[in-house]
C-alpha cells in the first residue's frame, strides 16, 4: 500500500486542519467591548471606536493619519480618488494580486497597465515599471504580496522621477517593516483589507494610512458623503473640494471593536508567524527541492498574509499542480493556488477590454502554474502542528513518482501547465 493518502495510505492529520474553526481570533475582552457597544447603541462610524482605532493603526505603521472605510477595495479607490486618479489615467498594477486590486482602477474611470513580477519575491519589477512608463501614467500600485515586500526604495524613486503617486496594497503585509518604516507609510498612501481571512480580521473593513494631510482629508471626505473628520450628520462646516466623488464608504464600530485587541496581539503573532517559516523552510529545504518565495530585499519583518511554495524544480515540473495540491490535501492540509495572473479572472476579464499589458507577464504566468500556498492562520499553530505540517509537504513530496503515476492513470498524461 502507497504511504500517500492519496493512494491509500495513513493520512498525517486523523481530521484535516480547517482554518475556520481557529480563525478569526475570538476573546473575552473583545466579547465584552462588543456587548458593552451593542448596549450603549452607539454603533455607528461616528462613535469614538472608529477614530481611536485608525489612529493608533497609523501609529503603528509609522504614519499620522488613518482613516476606516467598508473594505479593503474601497481604501484603494478612496487613495486613487484621493490623489486625482481618474478618467484617461493609467495605473501600474501587479497581475499577482486580487482581482479588487486592479478593479478599483477602473472604479475611478482609469486604466490599468499590467507590469511584471520578480522571480524571486514575486512582487512587481521595478525594472519593468520604468519601462512601463508614459504621458498618461499617474500611478503605481506595488502590492506585497503574500509573504514578501515590493522594493520600495526602487519604487519611490521611479515615481519621484515621473511624478507619479504611489499606493501601497497591504492587504496582505499588516505589521510589516521595510526597512525601518512601517509598510504602508512610505508611499502617498498605504491600502489595507480587514476581510475574514486577513492577519488581522474583522469580517470586512479596510483602512488607508498615510503622512499626507490634504490626502487624509480628501480620503475621508470619499468615504464620508463628503464630510470632514469630526464633523457629525447635518453639522458640516465645510464641503469637499470641487470635482471630488464622495460616496458613504462607511463602516461600523463593531468593525473597529473587533480589531483593537488584534492589534495588540499583532506583535507576537507575527513573531510566531517567522519561527513557524524558519523551521518550515529550514526542514523541507534538507529534504526536498521546493522554492520558496523570497522576502523583500530590505524587509527586517514580513507580514505572512500567505507563505507560498513554488514546484518548478526539473525534480516536479513534470507534475501538475493540482495533483501535489491534492495528495497534500489528502493528508489534511489545504493549500490554495495563486490568485492571478489577475487580468485573467473571470470577474476582472470582460471582453479582455480596459487594461494593458506592454509586455507578457511570463514570470507571473509561470509562477501562477507552479505555486501553492498556505494561509497565514496555520502559521500560528502549535509547534507540535506545525512540525506535522512539515511531515505532510515532505511526505509528498519525497514521493514524487507516486505522484507522476498517479497523473498519468487519472488523466492519461501528465499536463505540466496545472
Known amino acids: 500500500m502507497s504511504k500517500l ?79 486625482g486618479i481618474g478618467s484617461g489615467d493609467e495605473v501600474i498594477v501587479s497581475p499577482l494580486t486580487w482581482y479588487a486590486t486592479a478593479i478599483a482602477v477602473r472604479h475611478v474611470g482609469a486604466r490599468p497597465v499590467f507590469v511584471d513580477i520578480e522571480p524571486d519575491t514575486l512582487c512587481i519589477d521595478p525594472d519593468k515599471i ?6 498618461r501614467t499617474k500611478a503605481v500600485i506595488p502590492v506585497h504580496a503574500y509573504g514578501s515586500m515590493a522594493d520600495m526604495d526602487r519604487i519611490m524613486s521611479i515615481a ?31 491600502s489595507f483589507s480587514f476581510q475574514y481571512t486577513k492577519t488581522m480580521s474583522s469580517g470586512e473593513g479596510g483602512i488607508c494610512i498615510t503622512n499626507n494631510a490634504e490626502i487624509a482629508d480628501r480620503i475621508f471626505r470619499i468615504k464620508q458623503i463628503g464630510y470632514g473628520a469630526g464633523e457629525l450628520p447635518r453639522q458640516a462646516k465645510s464641503g469637499p473640494p470641487r470635482g471630488l466623488l464622495c460616496y458613504n464608504f462607511r463602516a461600523t464600530a463593531f468593525h473597529t471593536v473587533v480589531l483593537e485587541e488584534q492589534l495588540k496581539s499583532l506583535d507576537s503573532r507575527l513573531e510566531r508567524y517567522r ?8 526542514r523541507l529545504n534538507k529534504t526536498t527541492k521546493i522554492r520558496f518565495q523570497k522576502p523583500g530585499k530590505k524587509a527586517q519583518r514580513q507580514g505572512y498574509f500567505g507563505w507560498v511554495m513554488i514546484f518548478d524544480d526539473p525534480a516536479y515540473s513534470d507534475i501538475p499542480v493540482s ?54 492562520a496555520y502559521l500560528g499553530l502549535t509547534e507540535d502542528q506545525i512540525e506535522k505540517i512539515a511531515d ?21 498524461v501528465v499536463n505540466t501547465a496545472r
Open 5 to 83: 493518502a492519496l493512494l491509500g495510505g495513513q493520512a498525517i492529520f486523523e481530521q484535516p486542519l480547517e482554518f475556520r474553526s481557529f480563525w478569526p481570533p475570538v476573546d473575552e475582552l473583545t466579547a465584552q467591548k462588543l456587548q458593552q457597544l451593542y448596549y450603549s447603541r452607539k454603533w455607528t462610524a461616528f462613535d469614538e471606536a472608529e477614530p481611536v482605532f485608525a489612529k493608533a493603526f497609523a501609529a503603528y505603521h509609522g504614519a499620522q493619519h488613518g482613516v476606516f472605510t467598508i473594505n479593503g477595495t474601497i481604501t484603494l479607490q478612496c487613495a486613487l480618488g484621493a490623489c
Open 130 to 135: 520604468a519601462a512601463a512608463i508614459n504621458e
Open 160 to 190: 519621484k522621477c515621473n511624478g507619479l503617486r504611489v499606493i501601497e496594497d497591504c492587504a496582505h503585509m499588516h505589521g510589516g517593516i521595510w526597512n525601518g518604516k512601517g509598510i504602508g507609510s512610505i508611499g502617498d498612501v498605504g
Open 275 to 282: 519561527k513557524a517559516v524558519s523551521y518550515l523552510e529550514g
Open 323 to 376: 495533483v501535489i495540491q491534492k495528495a497534500i490535501e489528502a493528508e489534511g492540509l489545504s493549500l490554495l493556488a495563486a490568485e492571478g495572473p489577475i487580468y485573467r479572472h473571470i470577474l476582472f476579464n470582460v471582453e479582455n477590454e480596459g487594461y494593458r499589458i506592454d509586455q507578457p507577464c511570463s514570470v507571473t504566468e509561470h509562477a501562477c502554474l507552479r505555486m501553492l500556498w498556505l494561509l497565514h
Open 392 to 412: 505532510a509537504i515532505e511526505k509528498v513530496m519525497t514521493n514524487a513518482n507516486e505522484l507522476r503515476t498517479y497523473a498519468k492513470d487519472s488523466e492519461g
